[in-house]
């Protein structure tokens, strides 16, 4: 399944759900310490990937010792109860300490994945573990009520402090998330009901559990697209499957019942992605070319440490005599798609930006502020610097799961990649012969043809199209689909139920 998010028709985020959901971020584990390396005090951790998980000091939480404990109980059922009315906090850990003090070999510890298995690295683990909902993010062993920085509006952030302090449970704390903003305390405390729920899930999946097992699964990708961006500005959902249709309108009326009207059912000819233009801004923002508006264009290359993005003012023609506004105006430009393009491939660790030399310190600032401001909405944590004396920008941006990259490039539609040249007719040949055995052979009926655009305009056009002709020959229609993500010379037919049919 993959999810657009789109603004002013323009692809700003891409997200694919994983057939695999092994590791993702959120999931709760079971685990077990393998090592402990003092020299790095860290240990490495068994979570069931084939590579040890790393667990850092830091990343213990202050509260560890009570994790530990609640864990420990509950896998052994001498914990009654998920809820810890009566449990008495431990002492934090110290913030500068060892790991080898609170954490010894064979252990069984309850972590979190923090950052998903990238490149040869296993998991980067957490052992404070949270679960984070529509409004708010749970916080066990803490009674602090924390609220997002983006909420800025005081008497709104002390009416939901104060709200929160009345309904969260003895000894878990919550951090109040920007959607909180203006919501009825029902809301609230359907979202904390929610999320005290999950928490009693994992507790009764830690008994009797042997290491390393997960004990609790992040929710589904659609589910945390529409927890994590869906907002007051949304204006539509457009879902194509039956099934996922269902599930959103019941997921927005659980968690946000005003918004049910917003989802519509696509049941459109064309594919969602092509109907909505998402398949041609895929394959122009995943390029190692992307071209912007004006005529410019960036240059995006991947190493092993790094990702360097190139400005180039290719075909622009300046609309002004002075080349350093010329300059600043293709810069400011690239800056926004930029940062869009950090988002929508997930682009993680330590990015160089070559822009065109600015000569002007004022429009060095200029270009740095405007990066920083395209970047505000970007929900991962990211640093920018200023620009050095050679026009080069640094930034970081967390980075918590691999980048999506799509390959945009196609073999070529004469000789498929192999250099052979063959005649671009077999084709027609080729998917004749095969509707000709599912027809005849198998006796099958509504089939459908996805072909590349060119192709199923030469199929279904003119009069009499090949279509009709197919219907002279079999008497069965065969529907015809136009599908953008396919190479010219790739087809694919599909029984009346979706499913493919191998020939």
């Not at 192999?418 to 005649?423: D, F, K, L």
Request: glycine residues 6%.
């Amino acid at each position: 399944m993959a999810i657009a998010v789109v603004r002013d028709k323009l692809l700003m985020e891409l997200h694919r759900e994983r057939t695999e959901r092994g590791f993702a971020v959120g999931d709760i584990y079971l685990a077990k310490v393998r090592k402990v390396a003092p020299g790095l005090n860290a240990a490495f951790v068994d979570v069931g990937h084939e590579k040890d998980a790393f667990l850092h000091y830091y990343d213990l939480g202050p509260q560890y010792r009570n994790s530990y404990k609640f864990a420990k109980g509950a896998v052994a059922g001498t914990g009654k109860s998920s809820l810890l009315d009566d449990w008495k906090l431990d002492p934090d850990i110290p913030k500068e300490g060892k790991l080898a003090d609170v954490v010894s070999a064979s252990q069984s510890i309850l972590v979190q994945i923090a950052k998903e298995p990238i490149s040869t690295k296993g998991p980067r683990l957490t052992a404070e573990v949270t679960l984070a909902g529509r409004y708010m993010v749970l916080v066990p062993f803490t009674n602090k009520v924390s609220i997002s920085s983006r909420l800025t509006d005081e008497a709104e952030r002390k009416r939901l402090k104060a709200l929160m302090h009345e309904i969260r449970p003895k000894n878990f704390g919550v951090i109040i998330r920007t959607n909180a903003e203006g919501r009825r305390s029902e809301d609230l405390e359907a979202d904390l009901k929610s999320l005290l729920q999950r928490w009693d899930e994992m507790f009764r999946n830690l008994r009797n559990a042997m290491p390393p097992k997960q004990v609790l699964g992040e929710i589904d990708r659609t589910g945390a697209v529409l927890r994590d961006v869906l907002n007051k500005e949304f204006t539509s959902i457009v879902v194509d499957d039956d099934l996922a249709y269902e599930e959103v309108k019941d997921t927005l009326a659980r968690t946000a019942p005003d918004r049910v009207g917003i989802v519509k059912h696509y049941k459109g000819k064309l594919d969602i992605f092509d109907s909505y233009g998402i398949n041609k801004q895929i394959k122009q923002a995943f390029g190692r070319q992307v071209l912007l508006p004006s005529g410019a264009y960036l240059i995006v290359e991947k190493t092993e440490a790094m990702h360097v993005i190139d400005v180039n003012s290719g075909s622009r023609k300046g609309g002004r005599s002075d080349q350093e506004q010329n300059a600043l105006a293709i810069n400011l430009e690239a800056a926004k798609e930029i940062a869009r393009l950090l988002r929508l491939r997930d682009m993680g660790g330590i990015i160089c930006v070559d822009f065109i030399d600015l000569y002007e310190p004022e429009n060095r600032r200029t270009l740095h502020k405007a990066l920083k401001d395209a970047m505000a909405d970007d929900k991962a944590k990211h640093n920018v610097l200023p620009p050095s004396k050679f026009g080069v920008i640094e930034l970081t941006r967390q980075r918590v799961r691999p980048e999506t990259e799509i390959d945009t490039s196609e073999a070529c539609p004469t000789c498929g990649g192999t250099g052979e040249v063959s005649a671009p007719v077999l084709i027609i040949d080729e998917i004749e012969n095969a509707l000709n055995y599912l027809h005849g052979e198998k006796q099958m009926n509504g089939l459908t043809l996805s072909v590349h655009p060119f192709l199923a305009a030469y199929f279904s056009k003119g009069l009499p199209s090949i279509q009709h002709k197919w219907w002279w020959r079999w008497k069965k229609w065969v529907k015809v689909v136009s599908s953008g993500s396919s190479r010219y010379l790739e087809f694919h037919i599909l029984d009346s139920e979706g499913k493919e049919q191998a020939v």
